[in-house]
Nanobody
Framework: QVQLQESGPGLVKPSQTLSLTCTVS??????????WSWIRQPPGKGLEWMGA???????AYNPALKSRTSISRVTALNRFTLQLSSVTPEDTAVYYC????????????????????WGQGTQVTVSS
């Protein structure tokens, strides 16, 4: 069974870059056809899809975040990463990695049922 685990700093200062890693076990991130996504949930708000990397290495991003977001992978370690630059307190959220891709990538609006496997999530706070 596929398992995902987020890791990275829980506190980031404004204007800095938020960096997280998702480590995948029980399946390869290069297995044909799958997308691997980053999703976040700010306090009091719904889930927001941020972007994804395809098994081929191609990426797709939420248009609202694409200028600040970069997703990459380290295939030898079966990991994929998230970098979100120029963060503000509004980027404070629980960040999740998951396998899948939302139907509506243009808005970033997404639901939990659109992903087969989820990590447990990690809280990231942006504060000075």
């Amino acid at each position: 069974q596929v398992q995902l685990q987020e890791s990275g700093p829980g506190l980031v200062k404004p204007s800095q870059t938020l960096s997280l890693t998702c480590t995948v076990s029980g399946g390869s991130i290069t297995t044909r056809n799958y997308y691997w996504s980053w999703i976040r949930q700010p306090p009091g708000k719904g889930l927001e899809w941020m972007g994804a990397i395809h098994y081929s290495g191609s990426t797709a991003y939420n248009p609202a975040l694409k200028s600040r977001t970069s997703i990459s992978r380290v295939t030898a370690l079966n990991r994929f990463t998230l970098q979100l630059s120029s963060v503000t307190p509004e980027d404070t959220a629980v960040y999740y990695c998951a396998r899948g891709l939302p139907r509506d990538i243009a808005t970033g609006e997404t639901t939990r049922s659109e992903y087969r496997y989820w990590g447990q999530g990690t809280q990231v706070t942006v504060s000075s």
